[in-house]
């Protein structure tokens, strides 16, 4: 039945990530981001989208979303949903859009698969171990250079082809705060605080890569 209290439409938006709000500790579920007129918006993540994410989305980030708006006539509140969203060609010029609503979860795996394979050919194509790094995003660990690690994380995996197995997420408060940056390394879960980013390819290696 037609749902005459509901407005339904698309939607697009640019604008700069101030804070992401977490589910159950760990589980990314939406974004604030401030538009170009300084407007305040809460963006929800389709499901699709917060599992295939493998960037870190840190606060100061420019991003682009689009997706899906509803519009309830009897209050006027509005809701966004994301399907897709990809980075500001300032921030990155290369990165690729993540679709989710017209391309099913499979192919956007395969699509990681084949990239990973792909950047694998120009190193040594050493074996690879599949896992997920968490990356504290509260503001003591980002004030003690988490967005930095937050690089280095993603360069180190790129250079040896593990964008694909290896996932990178960002996550709530680890309880390490005056130790920052904190990541955890899954699924051993190792911890490491106080991680600098020169110390990242180390660690990538010892933990992600068969020797």
């Given at each position: 039945m037609y749902n005459s209290c509901k407005q339904v439409s698309e939607f697009s938006l640019e604008g700069e990530i101030l804070s992401q709000i977490f589910e159950d500790g760990d589980k990314l579920k939406?974004?604030?981001i401030s538009g170009d007129r300084g407007i305040e918006y809460l963006v929800?993540?389709?499901k699709e989208l917060r599992t295939s994410l493998s960037l870190v989305l840190t606060p100061g980030l420019r991003v682009k979303v689009a997706g899906e708006k509803q519009h309830n006539l009897k209050n006027g509140?509005?809701?966004l949903k994301a399907y897709s969203l990809k980075l500001s060609e300032s921030e990155n010029p290369a990165q690729p859009q993540v679709d989710t609503k017209n391309t099913p979860v499979a192919t956007l795996t395969c699509d990681r698969e084949i990239?990973?394979?792909t950047a694998s050919q120009t190193a040594e194509n050493p074996a690879k171990i599949k896992g997920k790094i968490l990356v504290c995003q509260k503001?003591?660990?980002q004030k003690r250079g988490g967005a930095a690690v937050c690089k280095a994380?993603?360069?180190a995996l790129n250079s040896r082809g593990l964008a694909g197995p290896v996932t990178v997420q960002g996550t709530g408060c680890l309880k390490q705060c005056k130790a920052g940056p904190n990541i955890v390394l899954m699924p051993d879960k190792t911890r490491y605080s106080r991680i600098k980013p020169a110390e990242i390819p180390a660690?990538?290696?010892k933990h992600f890569v068969v020797k």
């Open positions: 939406y974004l604030r929800k993540l389709c509140k509005i809701k990239h990973s394979r503001s003591d660990c994380l993603e360069n660690l990538i290696d």
